[in-house]
């Protein structure tokens, strides 16, 4: 607390006026930054010209969140703050499951997506991907961007699930010729 209140120019005492401990600070903080990732990529979902658009643009957005996070941040997250932990884990199954849900459906939809998609497992494996590339002890953050990370799954996952269709978006939208 006293980082805090010193990092914001306040006394400790003005800063315990506003909130009872760092526990509370820290849900605060996390609830502010998920409503707002939530409404990026409502808003990205809104003007993707298709899902694979969506995908990329949303990747785009989380590269910009992930290079303003330490990974370290979400281990701390879980390790010393179980409340915040807990609304995290939350937000990826209410709305990230469902983001990923909805995507995968609409690509199937048309054909751009395989249509043998099993997709609540892909629903969860894109999810664990998440996951993974925020684990230290496979990740760790001296050797491998979070951000560079995430991408590179995406893009193992996108190629992975998507159509000969669904190939030319992926290389239409990364600029790539068709032989690359």
């Not at 506003?18 to 903080?29: M, T």
């Amino acid at each position: 607390m006293d980082d805090i209140s010193r990092e914001m120019g306040i006394s400790k005492k003005t800063l315990y006026t506003s909130f009872k401990d760092k526990d509370e600070i820290v849900d605060q903080l996390l609830e502010y930054s998920l409503c707002e990732n939530v409404k990026n990529i409502d808003r990205i979902n809104e003007n993707a010209k298709d899902p694979i658009h969506e995908l990329i643009e949303s990747a785009k957005m989380m590269s910009s969140v992930f290079s303003r996070i330490n990974p370290v941040f979400f281990y701390d997250l879980k390790r010393f703050y179980p409340s915040g932990w807990e609304k995290y884990q939350v937000f990826k199954e209410k709305n990230i499951m469902k983001i990923i849900e909805n995507n995968l459906r609409r690509g199937v939809e048309m054909k751009i997506y395989r249509a043998d998609l099993n997709i609540p497992v892909m629903t969860k494996f894109r999810v664990s991907q998440f996951d993974l590339a925020l684990d230290p002890t496979i990740f760790p953050s001296d050797k491998f961007s979070l951000a560079e990370t995430n991408a590179l799954l995406l893009d193992h996952f996108m190629h992975g699930i998507t159509t000969i269709k669904g190939h030319r978006l992926i290389n239409k939208y990364k600029e790539l010729k068709e032989d690359e």
